[in-house]
């Protein structure tokens, strides 16, 4: 009897032993990837600093990834990529040209957990909502997963003028060339006109005076100035 059970007991114990390998061996593991960002980053002089951090939960550690800048809240689609490179660990750093209409530079560095992203080339109009889009390529299985989305604010830094603010920093220099050039085309009109009375004044006072005949003083024999010694 003693020996009967302790046979049973082992059994259960094999049994047990099994269950607990084929939960960690035979079950798949899960794999999963979380994104985060900063809530707003500043530039200066055009250029921003931004930190997309992942975290990915899964058996293997990620060998090959995708990170993918799109701008506005909901971009996926083609034009509103800003920029995308691929990299290992072997290769963390990589540097590509925007895409789009106006090309920005975009460089990388893989870092643990995150990816610094450093963008170059913005301008004012540009502040917007930017999302990162990490991708796990290699190995299996496919990931790829979006951020919360940075507010890139981009100040107009001193001295560097957009072509717009060009076109009317040239208007308004024509213009306040223009308008001390109208006053004194003014002042000089005035002048002439006053002296164009002035001169039609005296030449009327002098015709004037040359139409009075003098008048010769006559004796009316009431006195005789010959008599005088």
Known sequence: MIFFGGALL????????LTFLCLGLCLPVWNALRVTQPYRVVSHRGEVELFCSYHH??????????ITLYRGMYGEQEEQKVCTSSFTH???AFQVEGEGERKVRCRGQ???????????????????LYRC?????????????????TL???TEE?????????RRDDVT?????RLPLAGLAAVLIVISAIAILLVHQVLQRKRRFEAIVPMMSQNDGRFDYGNFQ
């Not at 870092?111 to 963008?119: D, F, H, M, Y």
């Not at 889009?133 to 979006?146: D, G, H, K, M, S």
């Open 152 to 154: 890139l604010y981009i």
């Open 133 to 149: 889009a990490i991708e796990v390529l290699y190995p299996p299985p496919y990931l790829r997963t979006f951020g919360n989305g």
């Open 110 to 128: 893989l870092r643990p957990g995150k990816v610094n992203l450093t963008i170059s080339g913005l301008r004012g109009n540009d502040t917007d």
């Open 10 to 17: 082992l059994v259960v114990m094999s049994l047990s032993l």
């Open 57 to 66: 939960t899964g058996r293997h550690e990620p060998e090959e990834l995708r």
């Open 158 to 166: 001193p001295g560097c003028f957009t072509p717009e603010a060009q």
């Open 173 to 177: 220099g024509e213009t306040s060339v």
């Open 90 to 92: 072997n290769n963390t």
